[in-house]
């Protein structure tokens, strides 16, 4: 079974902090993938990265990193000098094949101008 | 969203009503999905599909049936519609492995 615990249900912060979303999760494949979608409060998905188990670099796409600790299980989305539209929930997704996601619970993440 | 199409957007049932949540895809894609996403918890994948003909259960398909006729079309039907059944449904699709998959707008369902 697959499994992935998002611990922080929000998180609120003000403009220009940085903030980082924990994503821990649980398989018993040897390989997997790993994903961070966003949610706009318009509702629609969008990727953001996708991560497989044999590549455990990290990655920095603009205001955005990722840290991905094979030892520890964990998935971890940082957004630098956060902005308002920023403000979404998150959502950390798990699959052996990435056409069967299982997500975590989502965090909500506000950002005050 | 890049080519995914879902209808409609908003729909609300009586219980006991069938409905038929449309996806549609352009880009040829060869795996499509249907996730529900309910308060708290998530997405979670209901059926998916590897190609025309071929469907499979995800983690919740009991009251919801799939077919896959054409590599386009991943239809959702609910056949006796309940009050649980009150969600958001996403439809997503994907090329091949080395690609993401790409999520429609969704379908915001109401059942009273």
């Known amino acids: 079974a697959q499994k992935v615990t998002q611990a922080q249900t929000e998180i609120s912060v003000v403009e220009k902090e940085d903030v980082t979303l924990d994503c821990v999760y649980e398989?018993?494949?040897?390989?997997?993938?790993l994903f961070w979608y966003k949610q706009p409060p318009s509702g629609e998905l969008v990727f953001l990265i996708r991560r497989n188990s044999f590549d455990e670099q990290n990655e920095i796409s603009g205001r955005y990193s990722w840290n991905f600790q094979k030892s520890t299980s964990s998935f971890n989305f940082t957004i630098t000098a956060s902005q308002v539209v920023d403000s979404a929930v998150y959502f950390c997704?798990?699959?052996?094949?990435?056409?069967?996601?299982?997500f975590g619970a989502g965090t909500t993440v506000t950002v005050r101008a | 969203n890049a080519g995914v199409t879902q209808t409609p957007k908003f729909q609300v049932l009586k219980t006991g009503q069938s409905m038929t949540l449309q996806c549609a895809q352009d880009?040829?894609?060869?795996?499509m999905s249907w996730y529900r996403q309910d308060p708290g918890m998530g997405l979670r994948l209901i059926h998916y599909s590897v190609g025309a003909g071929i469907t499979d259960q995800g983690e919740v398909p009991n009251g919801y049936n799939v077919s896959r006729s054409t590599t386009e079309d991943f239809p959702l039907r609910l056949l006796s519609a309940a009050p649980s059944q009150t969600s958001v449904y996403f439809c997503?699709?994907?090329?091949?492995?080395?690609?993401?998959?790409?999520f429609g707008d969704g379908t915001r369902l109401s059942i009273l």
């Open positions: 997503a699709s994907k090329r091949d492995r080395d690609q993401p998959q790409h």
């Open positions: 997704a798990l699959g052996a094949n990435d056409y069967k996601l299982s």
């Open positions: 398989t018993r494949d040897t390989t997997y993938y």
């Open positions: 880009m040829n894609h060869e795996y």
